[in-house]
């Protein structure tokens, strides 16, 4: 053989084995990476970081259900006795000062270096809706590294053979400070100002208290917000406590003409089932504009001259 032609042969083979060892080192790199947590993760990203340093559970279920039994490494707080929602004037259920909230967070242990892991019980919509307020007081306080378990605890336990314990584990205080995220929280003159310019606005309520035929105790009168289209959030979730996928979450939307873009107000009674959709809209269909107005009817209809739209009225 030419020596020539020898020679190129061996060149061309050399260059296909270096090839090569590129792909099959890129291959174990992707295939070996370490999965990225979104605003969901499964419960199989769960049972692969237990115990993993700067990766916190946080369960959000009663002080009962947490006691019995939860992920291993879990820590608790108390939704409702905590401080996550506090009174302000005659409104209760509103987020606390971002000082406080802070504080609230940096005496469960947790910094700003950790990532959260939100567990609920996963029964359902109001359920998850605990998930998503406290999820979306993380990012108000300029914290990204949070994440809720798609599906709670119900789902973990579907699989018997996946680890839980009873052990109650209570981390050292650290200090959280935070960077207040003002967008993502409508106020009372920013849903006067959408009503005139005709900001979108969406209630997340069953459509019994959209349409004012039943009225929240929180609530002084029954009805809506003038203009708002009704997205109920039990569509958003279904088995229990997964989130639809955001293929169909968009089109739950677009058949209720509601936006997933653009600036808009999510509101409920109390500003808790509406977190949830301002989970889905903010968070898995990516408005960046959406914001949800902490007050809701609650806060709207301290003032009986406020403008309420009834569409039924008995």
């Known amino acids: 053989m030419d020596p020539k032609l020898k020679k190129l042969i061996g060149l061309i083979a050399l260059k296909i084995v270096l090839v090569a060892l590129i792909i099959v080192g890129v291959t174990y790199s992707v295939m070996g990476a370490e999965p990225k947590a979104g605003p969901l993760v499964s419960v199989d990203w769960v049972k692969n970081h237990l115990n993993k340093e700067g990766i916190i559970f946080l369960d959000v279920r009663s002080k009962q259900d947490y006691v019995t039994f939860h992920v291993p490494g879990a820590i608790h707080t108390d939704y409702g006795r905590d401080g996550w929602r506090v009174k302000q004037g005659a409104v209760r259920g509103m987020m606390p000062a971002p000082e406080k909230a802070a504080k609230l967070i940096g005496l469960l242990g947790i910094g700003n270096d950790d990532h959260v892991v939100i567990v609920a019980?996963?029964?359902?919509?109001?359920?998850?809706?605990?998930?998503?307020?406290?999820?979306?007081?993380?990012?108000?306080?300029?914290?990204?590294a949070v994440s809720i378990l798609d599906g709670g605890i119900s789902a973990y336990m579907r699989n018997r053979k996946n680890p839980l314990t009873d052990y109650r584990k209570k981390l050292p205080e650290k200090e959280f400070k935070f960077s207040f995220r003002e967008?993502?929280?409508?106020?009372?003159?920013?849903?006067?100002?959408?009503?005139?310019?005709?900001?979108?606005?969406?209630?997340?309520?069953?459509?019994?208290?959209?349409?004012?035929?039943?009225?929240?105790?929180?609530?002084?009168?029954?009805?809506?917000?003038?203009?708002?289209?009704?997205?109920?959030?039990?569509?958003?979730?279904?088995?229990?406590?997964?989130?639809?996928?955001?293929?169909?979450?968009?089109?739950?939307?677009?058949?209720?003409?509601?936006?997933?873009?653009?600036?808009?107000?999510?509101?409920?009674?109390?500003?808790?089932?509406?977190?949830?959709?301002?989970?889905?809209g903010h968070e898995l269909l990516g408005n960046k504009a959406l914001s949800l107005y902490d007050g809701s009817m609650a806060d709207w209809t301290q003032d009986k001259a406020a403008p309420v739209d009834k569409k039924i009225k008995f």
């Open 121 to 144: 019980n996963g029964y359902g919509a109001g359920d998850m809706g605990i998930a998503t307020r406290i999820y979306w007081t993380f990012k108000v306080l300029g914290h990204d």
């Open 183 to 280: 967008e993502l929280l409508a106020t009372r003159e920013e849903v006067e100002k959408a009503l005139k310019d005709g900001t979108p606005l969406i209630d997340g309520r069953t459509d019994s208290f959209y349409l004012g035929i039943n009225k929240s105790r929180s609530a002084k009168i029954a009805g809506t917000l003038p203009g708002a289209t009704n997205l109920p959030i039990d569509w958003m979730v279904e088995r229990g406590g997964f989130f639809r996928v955001p293929e169909h979450q968009k089109i739950l939307f677009d058949t209720t003409n509601t936006p997933t873009s653009g600036k808009a107000i999510a509101f409920c009674n109390t500003g808790h089932q509406a977190s949830l959709t301002w989970f889905v």
